[in-house]
């Protein structure tokens, strides 16, 4: 039997590497990466630490910027067990911003029918040992690989992989992107090695987390809406307002275009009514990273 990648219409329909060239233009030197988190605003800092059981289900903790220097910073990432992620590069390292856009330029062009509408990025920068655990981004991605080695799983994003139940919690921002995990799905999974210059690309919405193979890694993950993925989107945060109201909601993959259409349309009021308050706004900082201390992170009291 053949299993669907995916079940949301699209024209990327399975996961595929893709070359690249923003290594060789010096993004990710030591130099230009403790450079860059010198200069970067500590507003757009994420910082967490993973920890996994032997079931794969994960717990996190949250680390603060603090205050090392640029390559103090990378010292503790590059010793430690962190993953780092820098928001919105486009404000925060708009030369790398361009060089990607380009990039994604390229990429886009092999699927005929993908248009982009909106791009952001995210440069993750984690420690040798670092594993991202089991979610799905509400959005296209093409994660450009610039250093170390990471093996991704692309799991498939059918319903037992990806409950849209749990799919409207994660775009009402009522959880963070984890999905729940179960090691059966390891047997469904695409794995693919990514060495420095490859970029992947994988169908709109699928499961997928990373394990760092043994390597200080560097990638520049760039997600981008369509008008597809908005609509889905407006869907999803639609459903999850007639949910909470006691509705149920039909799957969005049986909606014909108008009809997401209009869930879209719907969601900007909602939202401009305050329909759904996000439940992951603030939360406690664990640590702060420090080059001596285990993993790279130092507790805050
Ligand atoms: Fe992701």
């Not at 406690?284 to 285990?294: I, Q």
Request: aromatic letters at 10%; charged letters at 25%; a neutral charge.
């Amino acid at each position: 039997m053949t299993v669907a990648r995916t079940r949301y219409a699209g024209p990327i329909t399975e996961a595929r590497v893709h070359d690249h060239r923003l290594v060789e233009q010096g993004f990710a030197t030591d130099e230009a990466l403790a450079a860059m988190l010198e200069r970067y605003p500590a507003g757009l800092f994420d910082i967490n630490l993973y920890d996994y059981d032997e079931a794969g289900q994960v717990s996190l903790r949250t680390g603060a910027r603090g205050r090392l220097g640029g390559a103090d910073l990378l010292a503790a990432i590059q010793q430690g067990r962190l993953w780092v992620n820098l928001r919105e590069v486009e404000t925060g390292w708009p030369e790398l911003w361009a060089a990607a856009m380009a990039e994604f330029g390229d990429v886009q062009a092999r699927y005929p029918g993908l248009r982009a509408v909106r791009q952001s990025g995210q440069l993750i920068l984690s420690s040798p040992r670092a594993r991202v655990p089991y979610h799905f981004d509400a959005a296209g991605v093409v994660l450009f690989h610039l250093r170390g080695r990471k093996r991704v799983f692309v799991y498939p994003g059918d319903e037992a992989h990806l409950a849209e139940t749990d799919m409207e919690q994660v775009v009402t921002r009522q959880t963070t992107e984890e999905l729940p995990y179960r090691l059966a799905f390891e047997a469904d999974a695409q794995i693919m090695d990514l060495e420095p210059g490859q970029a992947l690309t994988w169908p709109l919405y699928a499961p997928h987390r990373v394990e760092n193979l043994d390597r200080f890694c560097v990638s520049l993950s760039m997600d981008f809406q369509t008008w597809p993925s908005r609509f889905r989107n407006g869907a999803l945060f639609t459903n999850a307002v007639l949910r909470r109201a006691g509705g149920r909601p039909r799957f969005t993959d049986r909606m014909s275009t108008p009809e997401l259409a209009a869930r879209w349309a719907a969601s900007l009021a909602l939202k401009r009514a305050g329909a759904m308050k996000s439940r992951i706004a603030g939360f406690e900082r664990d640590f702060e990273p420090d080059a001596g201390a285990a993993d790279g992170a130092r507790a805050l009291a």
